[in-house]
């Protein structure tokens, strides 16, 4: 996409594309400034012009999260798992996720000298990490996968739309059923987990959780970790793999060069490349005037690439510095899970460091993931040397 951000930053920085029905916004400081103003650019899908209510039971348990609620209720529905996503509440599980990283790498690393990124790290790990954090089996994370890439799937050609809406509303009920019972069981058993957490603010005194935004919360959990956190290792292993070949040998051991290293991936391969809000009013922007209720994208991926703000925005530089990269998003709904997909990448990749060298690509060209928001690869096959 990297390079129709760029021909839009110059030509058509702030659009309005009829086929869509959808502003898009491509300039660093313009993506800023719609993130930045919460009344002006809301993130609640329901004020769009074209909204539909979603029909069967279970669907639509996402709207009622933090993600797509607007202050004041947002910083309510934030303030109960906030706490459980601090670096400082986080650093204790360090040693926790290491080893949980090491297993999978300890089964995955071995003498034949291959591996698939994906599938033997950069998928596992964080689905096993928010699995514990939030107290469900880590042995359900097939189903766990299977959920998520559906949520995030765009409809595809060789599908009908209704069939398409049929396996997302599917998908959603046997979630909203999957975490009723886990939320029942955590009523009269709580424990050391965000499940019981996020019961606790649902039945206390004045309920300060609904039902249904208990449940939409323990599915945005789940779900919002995930893809994006197996995308950041596996593009962080890509980048690594496409730069110099000592690269791999200067971030090895060295905490600050690999904390470095991400963040520029962040910047470089962003993940989640773009988000969606609607105006509240009518308002201009580089001289076009976007209406109240109007749709608009905005371009993360491409601010991130905006030589107005990052030098050499085409280049991977793994000691960028500064790098206000805006890959977690920005201001109110700033990404609450950012440290932890900080530590699950420094975590993963170090121990893959420590076991591999001469990290090659072995397959190319490499098959995008199939969500239209999300960058990244559905496979990461490489070849390496085992390190002794
Ligand atoms: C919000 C990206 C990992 C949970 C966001 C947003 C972005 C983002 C761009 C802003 C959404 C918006 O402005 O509308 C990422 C990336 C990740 C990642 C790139 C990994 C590399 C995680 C993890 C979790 C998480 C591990 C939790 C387990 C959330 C939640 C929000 C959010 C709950 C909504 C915050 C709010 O509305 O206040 N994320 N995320 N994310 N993220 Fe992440």
């Known amino acids: 996409p990297f390079d129709w951000y760029a021909r839009m930053r110059e030509a058509a920085p702030v659009r309005y594309d009829p086929e869509r029905r959808t502003w898009d916004v491509f300039r660093y400081d313009d993506v800023k400034r719609v993130l930045d103003d919460d009344d002006v650019f809301s993130v609640d899908p329901q004020k769009a012009d074209d909204f539909v ?9 996402i709207l009622d999260t933090m993600l797509f609620e ?3 209720r947002h910083d309510e529905l934030r303030g ?3 706490e459980w996503f601090q670096p400082r509440s986080l ?4 040693p926790h996720f290491r080893e949980l990283a090491s297993e999978l790498l300890d089964d995955a690393v071995g003498a034949d000298g291959q591996m698939d990124v994906v599938e033997d790290l950069a998928y596992p790990f964080p689905v096993t990490v928010i699995a514990e954090l939030l107290g469900v089996p880590a042995s359900d994370r097939d189903r766990f996968k299977t959920w998520s890439d559906t ?13 398409f809406a049929d396996r997302q509303q599917q998908i959603q009920m046997e979630m909203a059923q999957y975490f009723l019972e886990m939320i029942e069981d955590r009523r009269e058993n709580p424990r050391d987990d965000l499940i019981s957490v996020i019961v606790t603010a649902e039945s206390s005194e004045g309920g300060r959780l609904s039902r249904e935004e208990a449940l939409g919360m323990c599915i945005l959990l789940l779900v919002a970790g995930n893809i994006t956190t197996t995308n950041l290792i596996a593009n962080a292993v890509r980048c690594f793999a496409e730069a110099d070949a000592d690269l791999f040998d200067q971030l090895r051991g060295d905490d600050r060069a690999l ?13 989640v490349q773009a988000m969606s ?21 905005a371009w993360l991926g491409s601010a991130n690439r905006d030589e107005r703000q990052f030098e050499a925005a085409d280049a991977f ?6 790098n206000q990269h805006v890959g977690f998003g920005h201001g109110t709904h700033y990404c609450l899970g950012a440290p932890l997909a900080r530590l699950e990448a420094k975590v993963g990749l170090s121990e893959l460091l420590d076991r591999v060298e001469n990290v090659r690509l072995a397959e190319e060209p490499l098959q995008p993931t199939r969500s239209s928001f999300i960058y990244g690869v559905e496979s990461l096959p490489v070849r390496y040397d085992e390190r002794r």
């Open 53 to 61: 209510e979603p029909e069967g039971p279970g669907e639509g348990l």
């Open 151 to 163: 949520l995030v799937e765009a409809a595809s050609d060789d599908e009908s739309a209704d069939a």
């Open 70 to 72: 607007d202050p004041p």
């Open 80 to 82: 109960v798992v906030d």
């Open 317 to 322: 530089q793994p000691d960028r510095s500064p």
């Open 259 to 271: 904390t470095s290293a991400v963040e520029e991936v962040l910047r470089y391969r962003s993940p």
């Open 91 to 94: 650093a204790d599980r360090e």
């Open 277 to 297: 809000r609607v105006a509240t009013e009518d308002v201009t922007m580089r001289g076009e005037t976007i209406e109240a209720g109007d749709r608009i994208i």
